[in-house]
Structures are given as C-alpha cells and as structure tokens.
C-alpha cells in the first residue's frame, strides 16, 4: 500500500506541477464535489482519504509556491541597481547638505521616522560617543544641536563613490568623506525605500581628524 501511495504522489506531483495556480483551484473543487458526493452515498471509502487529503494540501502548497515565485520574479525584474545606486547616493547628498545648512525642517524629510532606528557618532580625535536610539531622540538632539549652532557649516565635497548592497526594499551602505572641520569620517548607513523614496533608517559615523605630518 506504502509503495502505491507513493507512486500516486509522484504522480500527481509530476501532473500539477504543470497546471496553474487557478487550474489547480478548479481541480480541488471539482474533486471535493465528486468525493463529497461519494460521501452521502457512503461510497467513500478510508483508503481515498489520505491520497485525496495530499491532493489538497500538495495544491495548496503548489499555489503558494508559485505566488511567491512570482512575486520573488517580479521583484528582481523591477530593481535597477544603478538606479537605486544613484537615488541613495542623491538622499544622502541632500541629507549632508541639509544639516550643514542647518535646514531642520529639510532634513528630516531624508529620515525615516520610527521608533526602532538609531544614530551613532564616534570620535577619535577628542574620545566621545553619542547614540540616539528612536526617531524622536534622533530628531531632537539635531534640533538642539542646530539651535544652539544656526550657523551654517561649509558643505563638504559631496558623495560620488559609495558602496550599496541592495535588498529588496533596504540596503547597506558604506564610504568615507573628508571633512573640513572634522577630517576623516568613515561612514555607514542603513537605508529603507518607503513610497518609493530611499530614507536614512540607521547611520553611524566614526571621525578619525586630520592625518598628523
């Protein structure tokens, strides 16, 4: 009987792998009804119930594998990684230049705002460290920080090189600036697309100064 029932599999697998998702549907309907016929009948018998019951769920599992496929296909069809490259790099262009130019409100338009991200600043020349953990943190201490600075900094010389891993809706970004105040700054950002725009979602900066004759 173990050997039948498995032959059946087999073969059933082999000949739904080659029907659509909404052919599929219209078979397990079609076998329902004829088995709960056989069922008021008393015509069913215990040993169609198990072949007819990894029918139903190889269905099942057949649809939900080809909607992800699909969806997985569609996805990989849509990405332009240079596109994307370039949207990232312009985000955090303009992310730079609104903070030296102490646009606060401009700013936090390049951000995500929610609970869960975080900014991270390390400093080797004078040996601190900030973290602001949140979206309310994050934007406060900026505030306070532009507030009690409102003069605009130089802006440094914008990105045009930056490393970007994509995936899907998020990506990994890493690359150094030089700036004129503060030297050398090795960068990381984590980047979400949201609505179709890349947004900051997690940023840490690590501020080595200015190389020593």
């Known amino acids: 009987m173990l050997l039948n029932l498995k032959h059946t599999w087999f073969c059933q697998k082999k000949i739904i792998a080659s029907f659509t998702c ?125 507030e009690e600075h409102p003069e605009p900094e130089p802006v440094p010389k914008l990105l045009n090189k930056i490393n970007v891993r994509l995936y899907g809706n998020g990506a990994w970004v890493t690359y150094e600036q030089q700036d004129s105040i503060r030297g050398l700054k090795r960068e990381t950002r984590l980047m979400e697309k949201i609505n179709g725009e890349w947004k900051i979602a997690g940023m840490q900066t690590t501020i080595y100064g200015f190389e020593m004759d």
């Open 22 to 146: 909404a052919e599929l549907v219209s078979v397990l309907k079609k076998s329902i009804s004829l088995h709960w016929q056989q069922v008021k009948t008393k015509e069913m018998k215990i040993r169609n119930i198990l072949p007819f019951s990894l029918l139903t769920l190889f269905i099942f599992a057949s649809c939900n594998e080809k909607k992800n496929s699909e969806t997985n296909r569609a996805v990989g069809e849509q990405i332009n990684p240079e596109l994307e490259k370039q949207a990232i790099l312009d985000r955090l262009n303009n992310e730079t230049k609104d903070a030296f130019k102490r646009d606060y409100e401009a700013w936090t338009k390049n951000w995500v705002h929610d609970p869960s991200i975080s900014k991270v600043y390390m400093n080797f020349v004078d040996s601190t460290f900030s973290e602001s953990i949140g979206w309310k943190e994050i934007s406060q201490f900026v505030k306070t920080f532009i």
